[in-house]
């Protein structure tokens, strides 16, 4: 693949929230980032590259909410397969904010997502199954940064059962130092049914009544803003 790397000029910011693992919160983390931002008044495109469509399915029923009269922001959505770098570099010149949600192990959706965006972030739990899955997804970073250098990679530290203790985020730190290419995301995001449900609802947690769950959102907006 041949592409020229990312220059953003007056392009919007792009994001992807990328796992080679299921179950590690990654469209979920990726609709709640989009709500957020579309909240605070932002034109905002998610691109789903995950065959299982969650975060298009979340879209259709939000935007049936909205056709209902509910006063809820509006989130555009686009599926895409395959090669997905001139679509989303595209995208980028037309929103403020482009998502990327992506997985598949070692997909071209993924390595070429990753030659696309300003930052990604890669949702993990500290277990040993996701350890062996970023162990690959290191690698894959390091290839996607010689067509992107300025790529900037985290872990994200998701589906904890409790507000994570100090000790949690020093295993979560030692964790990640086996892998040159990612870093540690400030922002945590627990495991709590307010997310599924918010799923379920075509809502993104900052429009519901959970203030943990709110406060990490938009604890992670920012950072993913800075």
Same mark, same amino acid.
């Given at each position: 693949?041949?592409?020229?790397?990312v220059?953003?000029?007056?392009?919007?910011?792009?994001?992807?929230?990328?796992?080679?693992?299921?179950?590690?919160?990654?469209?979920?983390?990726?609709t709640? %980032?989009?709500?957020?931002?579309?909240?605070?008044?932002? *034109? =905002?495109?998610?691109? @789903?590259?995950?065959?299982?469509? !969650? $975060?298009?399915?979340?879209?259709?029923?939000?935007?049936?909410?909205i056709?209902?009269?509910a006063?809820?922001?509006?989130?555009?959505?686009?599926?895409?397969?395959?090669?997905?770098?001139?679509?989303?570099?595209? %995208?980028?010149?037309?929103?403020?904010?482009?998502?990327? *949600? =992506?997985?598949?192990? @070692?997909?071209?959706?993924?390595? !070429? $997502?990753?030659?696309?965006?300003?930052?990604?972030?890669?949702?993990?739990?500290?277990?040993?199954?996701?350890?062996?899955?970023?162990?690959?997804?290191?690698?894959?970073?390091?290839?996607?940064?010689?067509?992107?250098?300025?790529?900037?990679?985290?872990?994200?530290?998701?589906?904890t059962?409790?507000?994570?203790?100090?000790?949690?985020?020093?295993?979560?730190?030692?964790?990640?130092?086996?892998?040159?290419?990612?870093?540690?995301?400030?922002?945590?995001?627990?495991?709590?049914?307010?997310?599924?449900?918010?799923?379920?609802?075509?809502?993104?947690?900052?429009?519901?009544?959970?203030?943990?769950?709110?406060?990490?959102?938009?604890?992670?907006?920012?950072?993913?803003?800075?």
């Amino acid at each position: 693949m041949s592409v020229n790397p990312v220059v953003n000029g007056d392009d919007g910011a792009v994001f992807a929230v990328a796992s080679e693992k299921g179950g590690t919160g990654k469209s979920t983390t990726a609709t709640n %980032l989009g709500a957020y931002l579309a909240g605070e008044g932002h *034109d =905002v495109m998610i691109v @789903d590259c995950d065959p299982q469509s !969650t $975060a298009s399915n979340w879209i259709d029923r939000r935007n049936k909410k909205i056709l209902d009269g509910a006063s809820i922001a509006k989130i555009h959505c686009t599926q895409k397969s395959g090669n997905v770098y001139e679509t989303v570099r595209d %995208l980028a010149t037309r929103y403020k904010y482009v998502i990327v *949600d =992506v997985g598949g192990h @070692d997909s071209k959706e993924l390595r !070429t $997502a990753l030659a696309a965006v300003d930052k990604v972030y890669v949702p993990f739990a500290a277990s040993q199954a996701d350890l062996e899955t970023l162990d690959h997804m290191n690698e894959v970073i390091s290839l996607a940064k010689g067509l992107n250098p300025e790529l900037r990679a985290f872990g994200l530290l998701t589906m904890t059962p409790h507000d994570p203790s100090p000790r949690e985020v020093l295993d979560a730190k030692a964790f990640l130092k086996e892998f040159d290419q990612i870093g540690l995301a400030d922002t945590t995001i627990g495991y709590r049914k307010v997310y599924k449900q918010a799923l379920l609802e075509g809502l993104g947690v900052v429009e519901m009544s959970n203030s943990k769950a709110k406060a990490e959102i938009q604890l992670f907006a920012y950072e993913v803003l800075a």
